[in-house]
C-alpha cells in the first residue's frame, strides 16, 4: 500500500457529461501528479500540482482541468466526456524539495467508462 | 504520446526462469524507472536509476541502462508466479522542468507459469 487513495474505484458516465476524481495523497507530500491509462497502452502525464498551482500539462485539451487543495489532496475535472476518455485514471503523490524530487507513490486508480 | 517502447510486448516463462525486458526512449534523461502494475490498478514503483548510472540492482531485479543507445533493460532473476505482471519504464526528460513528469513505455506482459 502506497497510502495514496482514490475515489470512486469505478464509474460509468454517459457522452457529453462531466465528472470529478478525487485522489488523497500520501502524508507529506506536496506535488500530485494525474495520469490517464488507455487499455492495453502506458499512463500517459495529463497534469501535476505543486502547492495548489498546475506545475505543467501535458498533451491534453482544457476540458481536462484540476485542483490542489491545502491538505494537497487533489480533483480532477473533466467537462464535456468523450467515448475515448475512457480509462484508468491514476494519481501520483510525490515530495518535491526545490531540485530534488522523490519517487512518485500511485494510488489504485479510478476505472471511468463513457458511454 | 508514448516516450519509446518496449520489448517484448508480451512474455511467458517457467518459475525459476529469468525475465529480460527491454526498454528504449527518445529524448535525454535526467532518470528512468521501472514499475510494475497488477491487473490495471496502481503502479508500484521498483527501481530508479539515473542518467549517470550504467548498472543497478535490488533484490532480484538488476536495470541496465545505455545512454548512447537511449535503452534500458530489466531482468528478472528466479522467478516467481507472482511476478506476473505488466512492466513499464518511464522516464523523467532533462527537460521536464520543475514537473519531472513520468513519461512511460507501452509495457510488457509477463506471465510466469508454475
Known amino acids: 500500500e502506497t497510502g495514496v487513495t482514490q475515489s470512486p474505484t469505478h464509474l460509468i458516465k454517459t457522452r457529453g457529461q462531466q465528472v470529478t476524481l478525487r485522489c488523497s495523497s500520501q502524508?507529506?507530500?506536496?506535488?500530485v501528479s494525474w495520469y490517464q491509462q488507455a487499455l492495453g497502452q502506458g499512463p500517459q502525464f495529463i497534469f501535476q500540482?505543486?502547492?495548489?498551482?498546475?506545475?505543467g500539462r501535458g498533451n491534453f485539451p482544457p476540458r481536462f482541468s484540476g485542483l490542489q487543495f491545502p491538505n494537497y489532496s487533489s480533483e480532477l475535472n473533466v467537462n464535456a466526456l468523450e467515448l475515448d476518455d475512457s480509462a484508468l485514471y491514476l494519481c501520483?503523490?510525490?515530495?518535491?524539495?526545490?531540485?530534488?524530487?522523490?519517487?512518485?507513490?500511485f494510488g489504485p486508480g479510478t476505472r471511468l467508462t463513457v458511454t | 504520446s508514448q516516450q519509446g517502447e518496449e520489448d517484448p510486448q508480451a512474455l511467458s516463462i517457467q518459475e525459476g526462469e529469468n525475465a529480460t525486458m527491454n526498454c528504449s526512449y527518445k529524448t535525454s534523461i535526467n532518470n528512468l524507472q521501472w514499475y510494475r502494475q497488477n491487473s490495471g490498478r496502481g503502479l508500484v514503483h521498483l527501481i530508479l536509476?539515473?542518467?549517470?548510472?550504467r548498472e543497478k540492482h535490488s533484490g532480484r531485479l538488476r536495470v541496465t541502462l545505455d545512454t548512447s543507445k537511449k535503452s534500458s533493460s530489466l531482468l528478472i532473476t528466479a522467478s516467481r508466479a507472482a511476478d506476473t505482471a505488466s512492466y513499464f519504464c518511464?522516464?523523467?526528460?532533462?527537460?521536464?522542468?520543475?514537473?519531472?513528469?513520468?513519461?512511460f513505455g507501452s509495457g510488457t506482459q509477463l506471465t510466469v507459469l508454475p
Open positions: 536509476i539515473r542518467s549517470n548510472e
Open positions: 501520483a503523490s510525490s515530495l518535491n524539495r526545490g531540485a530534488i524530487t522523490s519517487e512518485q507513490y
Open positions: 500540482y505543486y502547492r495548489e498551482e498546475e506545475n
Open positions: 518511464a522516464t523523467v526528460a532533462i527537460s521536464s522542468g520543475s514537473a519531472r513528469q513520468l513519461t
Open positions: 502524508s507529506g507530500h506536496n506535488t
